[in-house]
């Protein structure tokens, strides 16, 4: 028995070395592809290339494939025209193919999820050589089966729900199937922090075992068997959702836990845990950099470290508790342990906190469980019993009904989400901070405790102390105009806001939180076009302002009119420019220039009041800004004809004129003036952009741009809905 246990820390030691190897490679691999895969706007090219079908995937409208081919590797394939193709088939395709930009989110999505490099949209079949092996006809048989489950599912809700909003909830439920893509459904249970509920998830799957479970117990089956069929009808589940993460982790430790009961093992939750993270990195390594993985395991691996630690920390409380009271209280702290893991990522990624979702959870997680139950008690009935399930759906749909009530009434409470933004240190710090506490509590080391802590907190004031930085961020608003700068000594200035409240609150004032911003020093329009002041009115009533400057150009907005009669009335220094002003920071300077008033009666309001915009001019040590908002192109190159070198450059017009980008081409061949990098901030490129001789980087796709100037080597790095380049 000895040898047995000691046997089992070998392997369970290795285990951990193992994916600990893995686990670095995994992000060599990433920091290499970061090298290679394009940052600049590839153009799809035409290309003829064969393969075997590993991989498939179909909505409504279209079908995906992951091609493997011997020149290539993997290609993801995207087609809205040929539905024939199997899996496992040989196939020879003309395609247009690209490299994948891992710092576009819809491309990095593919490539984290997918373990592809290249994207491709199939132009033409040429030749499908079906395999018709054992293993080929067995995976078409399954996958086929599958697909006539899953849409035999989607038409038993479409058949029986009557309202939208009930077959979508329904369908994301209980088969991970979006029926109805609605944002205003998912931003109510985002809200209150039960978003997950929509997601099919370890919750999910555990449900499907016991049910599955409780069924065979009328068949004459051993437990032994009972188990086995209940952990095939799980897999069968993960195909019909779509193998999404959580789904393959929930399964993956289902499956351990039900083998260790066969062999009457001893089961360690962590080990399990670590095991299916294994196996999952094993077969797709990427899939740790997405959010679905690292919320799946966190939120699991939270439960595991912390619940366990509740109910011993309040055992006395709890057993002075009648059984229905102890029920709510282990699923609290079942929810607690859960957000405490997860709540810092939900932050970090989406910019959003729910205040409530620790009680909303309580309430909200039991009714999902609810509508899982008869969900699939009602597939069953209507495959058995047509004609007598219908009384089941009507149930069904009177108690979704009550349920999304439910959640509108909790996302109507004050406060029940607030915008909330930290940075990776901040998370270190804070999962530094929680993980220590159940242990030095447990082992009652109070002085070693306080020293951890007090060590912790000071490096992390040490590091925002010593971390000054210069940094000029272009903001992903759409079609339109926004940029921030914060300068070493914390001066902010916000130059032109977007034209929805809404992107105002959920990009601008989050970063702002985010680099510890609680005043504007000069928020700075450039002209009064409402894609470029459109949000004024919001930052106005919900941020702290010092200085607004704006043009003296005369506008016929009369919006923007009312806007300026209302700062007048506040508190807020409000200057116009006529022709230059100059405003020193610590190593640099703003200066906003006024060109000559631009007088023609053949413009509208909007095309007169850009040719009028302002130009700002930012200076830091030897580094030179130039962001040229709506200037026509001969003025701008008055304005930078005295430098040779510019390593910020703001394409003018959003690059959507062609006339000012061949007038502005034409002058840097001519002048040979260096630029080190190009931004346009636009919603989407008209132009191609290899035609200039630098690099150009569009908010379209690379989402909000952070340029951090440092004397480092030049670096692009993309997080999620940000682009970090250092220059």
Not at 303 to 315: A, G, H
Not at 647 to 673: R, T
Not at 692 to 708: A, D, G, Q, R, W
Request: glycine fraction near 2%; include cysteine.
């Amino acid at each position: 028995m000895k040898t047995l246990t000691i046997s089992n820390k070998i392997l369970y030691s290795l285990l951990y070395f193992v994916l600990f190897i893995y686990l670095v490679f995994i992000f060599i691999e990433r920091q290499v592809n970061k090298k290679w895969l394009s940052f600049s706007f590839d153009k799809p090219q035409k290309k003829e290339i064969s393969g075997k079908i590993i991989w498939y995937w179909s909505n409504n409208e279209d079908d995906f494939y992951i091609l493997l081919t011997k020149t290539d590797g993997r290609i993801f394939l995207k087609t809205d025209k040929y539905k024939n193709l199997s899996l496992t088939d040989e196939i020879r395709v003309i395609i247009d193919q690209k490299n994948l930009n891992i710092y576009n989110n819809y491309e990095n999505y593919i490539y984290n999820n997918f373990f592809v490099d290249k994207i491709g949209y199939i132009l033409e079949v040429l030749e499908v050589k079906e395999n018709n092996n054992f293993l080929s006809k067995f995976l078409k048989f399954l996958f086929k089966t599958t697909n006539i489950t899953r849409n035999f599912l989607i038409k038993m809700i479409d058949e029986n729900i009557n309202s939208s909003i009930s077959k979508d909830i329904i369908s994301k439920i209980s088969i991970g199937y979006d029926y109805k893509d609605e944002d205003e459904i998912k931003n109510y249970f985002q809200k209150i922090g039960v978003a997950h509920v929509l997601v099919v998830s370890g919750l999910h799957v555990g449900f499907v075992y016991l049910f599955i479970y409780f069924l065979t117990k009328f068949l004459p089956l051993s437990v032994e068997l009972r188990i086995g069929v209940s952990l095939l009808g799980v897999v069968f589940y993960m195909l019909i959702t779509g193998c999404e993460i959580p789904v393959v982790r929930a399964t993956i430790m289902i499956f351990c836990f039900g083998i260790s009961f066969l062999l009457y093992r001893k089961t360690n939750l962590y080990h399990i845990l670590s095991l299916a993270a294994l196996i999952l990195l094993f077969i797709n390594p990427r899939s740790i950099f997405t959010v679905s993985f690292q919320l799946s395991f966190l939120a699991c691996f939270g439960i595991f470290y912390f619940y366990r630690f509740f109910l011993n920390f309040f055992e006395d409380f709890i057993k002075q508790q009648n059984s229905l009271f102890q029920s709510i209280i282990k699923l609290f702290f079942i929810t607690v342990s859960a957000q405490l893991m997860v709540s810092p990522l939900i932050a970090y990624y989406f910019n959003r906190f729910s205040i409530i979702s620790f009680i909303s959870n309580i309430i909200i997680v039991p009714l999902t469980s609810v509508i899982v139950w008869i969900s699939l008690i009602s597939f069953v009935l209507s495959f058995l019993f047509k004609n007598f399930s219908f009384i089941l759906w009507q149930f069904l749909e009177i108690f979704v009904s009550f349920y999304f009530k439910i959640v509108k009434l909790f996302s109507e409470f004050p406060l029940s989400e607030i915008s909330l933004s930290v940075s990776s240190i901040e998370i270190f710090v804070y999962y530094c901070l929680i993980l220590s506490v159940p242990y030095f509590i447990k082992y009652k080391m109070k002085k070693i405790a306080s020293l951890f802590i007090v060590s912790v907190l000071f490096t992390f004031f040490l590091y925002y102390y010593f971390n000054k930085k210069f940094i000029v961020t272009f903001f992903d608003v759409g079609l339109g105009d926004s940029v921030f700068i914060l300068t070493e000594n914390k001066k902010a200035f916000l130059i032109d806001t977007p034209s929805n409240n809404m992107i105002t609150k959920t990009k601008i004032i989050p970063y702002l939180k985010d680099k510890r911003v609680k005043k504007i020093n000069y928020l700075i329009i450039t002209h009064p076009h409402y894609i470029h002041y459109g949000s004024l009115e919001y930052i106005l009533d919900n941020f702290s302002l010092e200085n607004i400057i704006v043009s003296d150009f005369v506008s016929e907005d009369y919006e923007y009119e009312r806007i300026l009669d209302k700062i007048k009335n506040k508190n807020i220094k409000l200057e116009f420019v006529s022709y230059k002003k100059i405003i020193e920071f610590k190593n640099g300077k703003v200066e906003i220039v006024k060109n000559n008033k631009i007088k023609n009666n053949n413009l509208d309001k909007e095309s007169l009041a850009d040719v009028n915009s302002l130009l700002i001019k930012i200076f830091y040590k030897d580094r030179t800004i130039i962001l040229t908002n709506d200037l026509e192109a001969s003025e701008i190159i008055k304005n930078i004809s005295c430098y040779n070198k510019l390593d910020v450059f703001q394409i003018p017009k959003h690059g959507k004129y062609l006339g000012d980008i061949n007038c502005l081409l034409e002058y840097f061949k001519e002048q040979k003036i260096k630029i080190v990098l190009g931004i346009v901030s636009t919603d989407g490129v008209n132009f191609d952009v290899r035609r200039f001789k630098f690099p150009i980087l569009s908010t379209n796709k690379f989402k909000n741009i952070e340029i951090i100037f440092s004397s480092k080597r030049k670096q692009i790095n993309n997080f999620g809905y940000i682009t970090k380049v250092r220059i």
